[in-house]
């Protein structure tokens, strides 16, 4: 597998597809390239996205069944030094995501441990001259196998191989990423950690929220080299040019791949590829009503979850007031407010986060009431 390729297949046996996806890109010889003579021994992690504890058919999470199809190959092929690393997004609890997405049954199953990097020691790290706190379980893989989501994300527009690599901070850093606005430090973080291969959960992924419910079935698995690559394609499935997604250039630009399309090669191994169109409709644009400053995902989506709720029932036209969000609301007082950060303000939904149906059913009370 060369690295400006990405290889897919359709179809719904997605443990078996996985599996002969693999084998088709010879993942072995990948281990064996980057390894060498101690390959057999190597320590090999797999990143998945559990971003928050809802199964995969909802759009937000890796399906296990992929995941599985990973454990089966790479133990079939001689590899048994093997662990799964993730770490659910602020305010969502990453052992409940293990055990309500399949993943518990997954370690039991294949004698694999489950490491939590919501409770994983951290180390400095300078990240192209961002430090950034990275959580140590990531440093002792020999070989990191990322397994993200293909989705839309309310605040980036989408999320694939270098956003889910935020998953391998701790909260206190996700956090913190968010005052930073995001895109600069998901590409500073994606300079310290090298992604030796991908495997890309596109079977239905919700091309609108991070966190899922809207999905949209493709039935579809790819594997890739390059991070970069891997979203600037995901750009383009999902309706947006690479330009609109800053993360992306600015890790293209750190040297970290290359986001040109056009050096791209595209491989199926199996099934029609002609429904895998790009999409023309776009995550809804929620900026006329709300003010964010340095905003959490999870708080951010919930949300985003209510707005569209509102939206579709005619009655956000008839919000007067602006809805702040944010940590950069903490300990400031204003009108109405969502969160946390905002409980100063004369109207605030409480929560970190929030949850969508509260902000949903507050929302709607205020508005209907004409305070």
């Given at each position: 597998m060369k690295r400006n390729e990405i290889w897919r297949s359709y179809g719904t046996e997605h443990k078996e597809m996985t599996e002969r996806l693999l084998a088709a890109c010879d993942l072995k010889e990948l281990i064996f390239a980057k390894c060498g003579a101690a390959s057999f021994d190597a320590r090999i992690g797999i990143k998945p996205n559990l971003v928050c504890p809802t199964p995969a058919s909802y759009g937000a999470t890796t399906h296990p069944e992929i995941v599985s199809g990973i454990l089966s190959y790479l133990k079939g092929a001689g590899f048994n030094n093997l662990y799964i690393l993730e770490g659910s997004w602020v305010g969502d609890k990453t052992s409940e995501a293990f055990e309500y997405c399949g993943y518990r049954a997954l370690s039991e199953e294949y004698s694999v441990p489950l490491i939590d990097t919501q409770k994983d020691p951290v180390v400095s790290c300078d990240c192209n001259g961002m430090k950034i706190q990275i959580c140590k379980s990531v440093f002792e893989a020999d070989f990191l196998i990322n397994v993200p989501v293909l989705k839309g994300h309310c605040q980036t527009k989408i999320t694939c191989a270098l956003k889910n690599m935020k998953g391998i901070i701790p909260n206190t850093e996700k956090r913190r990423f968010h005052t930073k606005g995001l895109h600069q430090p998901i590409a500073s973080l994606n300079t310290q950690i090298h992604q030796d291969f991908i495997v890309i959960d596109h079977i239905c992924g919700d091309p609108y929220f991070e966190e899922g419910g809207s999905p949209l079935t493709k039935n579809c698995i790819m594997t890739a080299l390059d991070p970069v690559l891997t979203d600037a394609y995901v750009c383009s499935l999902l309706g947006f040019e690479t330009s609109e997604v800053e993360y992306i250039t600015l890790a293209e630009a750190a040297g970290v791949g290359c986001a040109d399309l056009s050096q791209l090669k595209l491989i199926t191994l199996e099934g029609d590829a002609s429904d895998d169109t790009p999409l023309s409709r776009r995550i809804m644009e929620?900026?006329?009503?709300?003010?964010?400053?340095?905003?959490?995902?999870?708080?951010?989506?919930?949300?985003?979850?209510?707005?569209?709720?509102?939206?579709?029932?005619g009655l956000l036209e008839n919000l007067k007031d602006k809805i702040c969000i944010g940590q950069g609301y903490k300990g400031k007082t204003g009108r109405l407010g969502v969160g946390a950060c905002t409980g100063k303000f004369e109207y605030s939904i409480p929560g970190c986060p929030p949850d969508a149906e509260a902000i949903y059913t507050y929302l709607k009370n205020y508005i209907t009431s004409e305070k």
């Open positions: 929620i900026d006329y009503a709300v003010d964010q400053s340095d905003s959490c995902s999870a708080c951010y989506a919930m949300l985003t979850e209510a707005l569209e709720r509102l939206q579709s029932e």
